[in-house]
């Protein structure tokens, strides 16, 4: 697995060979949700299989969403977001590639008010993007926590004119990843 995710790590990361004191730490749990609320029918999904590294020597961070893993409670909502909406066999993943902005010293502990800039792929669709958040550092463990906007015309994402005012325009997304450093 580990090796898995150092070529991973390699390909995301420019191909670059990483230096020496990189530290690479890798998602072991993760969250992705989102809400969209309309006057109709709110909807609600979450995603517990997204994967994740951080490179904490240059704060390259890659998220990669596998889109078909979104549960919905209602299964013909599930179908029709991975069939008409996010067309998950057509575009299997939803990722983040990016860096983070401020320098954070992460053998410090403690809470750290945080940015990333970089580029959003959803539906196929890259958008430069800037996303903020929250690291926490402590204990060889690093916690994230982020929420977001999501606007579907940003990433060509259709709304049949049938069904316009049960989906939202904009999504909120939440995220909250755990990583652990990575044995090399």
Do not use: W
């Not at 690479?24 to 809400?35: I, P």
């Not at 069939?83 to 401020?102: D, M, R, V």
């Not at 204990?139 to 982020?146: M, Q």
């Amino acid at each position: 697995m580990v090796k898995k995710l150092f070529i991973i790590a390699f390909f995301c990361f420019g191909g670059s060979i990483l230096p020496v004191e990189a530290q690479l730490y890798t998602a072991k749990n993760s969250e992705v949700d989102f809400f969209s609320k309309t006057p109709i029918e709110d909807i609600k999904a979450l995603n517990t299989k997204s994967s994740s590294i951080i490179n904490t020597a240059n704060g390259e961070i890659v998220v990669k969403i596998p889109v078909d893993q979104f549960q919905f409670s209602n299964k013909l909502m599930q179908q029709h977001f991975n069939e008409n909406y996010l067309e998950s066999e057509k575009y299997p993943y939803a990722t983040f590639k990016g860096k983070i902005n401020e320098v954070i010293n992460f053998t410090k502990t403690g809470v750290y008010e945080v940015s990333a800039s970089g580029i959003l792929n959803i539906h196929g669709v890259n958008q430069e993007r800037t996303i903020k958040g929250s690291l926490t550092v402590g204990d060889g463990i690093i916690n994230l926590n982020s929420k977001f906007d999501v606007l579907l015309i940003d990433h060509k994402i259709d709304i049949p004119k049938l069904v316009f005012k049960k989906i939202a325009e904009k999504i909120a997304v939440s995220a909250r990843v755990t990583y652990i450093l990575s044995k090399k």
